[in-house]
């Protein structure tokens, strides 16, 4: 186990910094810099900006700087809001942006798996079929498409929830439906193919024979093993979610990491998205190892290191 989660912080590592080095060249490739607005600067002006943000110094000694900035995790201050630490944006954004994302993911699995687990129950029943339905709807449905639904139909048109920001519970619950709805549908189709082949199984019919009730065979004994499919999932449905939260952001006014996110790539503010690009990738890689260490604990059988097989 301790090769393994060393091997895994390396990769992290160099996970994070191949993501920021691709960050770099690609933000140099877009034609334009920070300057070009309808706002003129004067000459002696600009060229003082550009030599405090290193842009007057070539490309390599700016790769180089932004490195450091990575390890010091000072990214500098932001181009259009020059009194503003990249950092303090973060630490002021990031927790609106984090608790969304969470809360997102608890509902999307909590809802996923109680629909998955109650159409492998009722398979080929009415139950099985309104469920799957309901999780094709949610699947085709982009999540900015159903945002702007319900904010039309039960903030404007019913007046039931607030439109906008995010300050109370019911500020809340819009914002996470709409980036929750998604993942959930993805979750109880996954369940549900997972619960009908583990229901499927011999131990699951040798424990049902025994006398042992039907719901602690589901629970004790079926779920853990169908879980393992939406577990392997589960990376990939965190980095749509946590990455979706800027969009939902956007649409909901929610004042998150979306908003200057999407702000500094409308204004070409270099250090805020260099800043937040590698913000969320460590954020990302990080819980994509939380996710394969939670993956071993469910399964035994799955090997850590050499010294486990």
Known sequence: MREYVI???????????????????????????????????????????????????????????????????????????????????????????????IWSIIVAMLS??????????????????????????GISIPNFVLATWLIQEFAVNLGWFPVATW???????????????APMAIIARLTRASMLETLSQ?????????????????????????????????GTLLASILTGTFVIEKIFAIPGMGKYFIDSIANRDYSVIMGVTVFYSSVLVIMLFLVDIAYGFLDPRICLSKKDS
Request: net charge positive.
């Open 7 to 101: 091997k895994r912080c390396l990769l992290m590592v160099l996970t994070i910094l191949a993501i920021a080095s691709i960050t770099f060249v690609l933000m140099h490739l877009v034609p334009g810099s920070p300057f070009d607005s309808d706002r003129s600067l004067n000459s002696a002006v600009e060229q003082n900006l550009k030599k405090f943000y290193h842009l007057d110094e070539p490309l390599y000694v700016q790769y180089f700087a932004y490195l450091k900035s990575i390890f010091t995790l000072d990214f500098g201050p932001s181009i259009n809001q020059p009194d503003t630490a990249v950092l303090e944006l973060i630490t002021r954004a990031f927790p609106v942006s984090f608790e969304l994302g």
């Open 112 to 137: 996923g798996l109680t629909l998955g687990v109650i159409a492998a129950i009722h398979h080929q029943g009415w139950i099985d079929n309104l469920s799957m339905g309901f999780a094709v709807l």
């Open 167 to 181: 300050k109370t519970t019911m500020h809340m619950i819009l914002p996470i439906i709409a980036l929750a709805t």
């Open 202 to 234: 011999d131990y699951i019919r040798t424990a049902t024979a025994k006398g042992i009730s039907k719901t602690q065979v589901i629970v004790r004994h079926a779920l853990r093993n169908a879980l393992l499919p939406v577990v392997t999932l589960l």
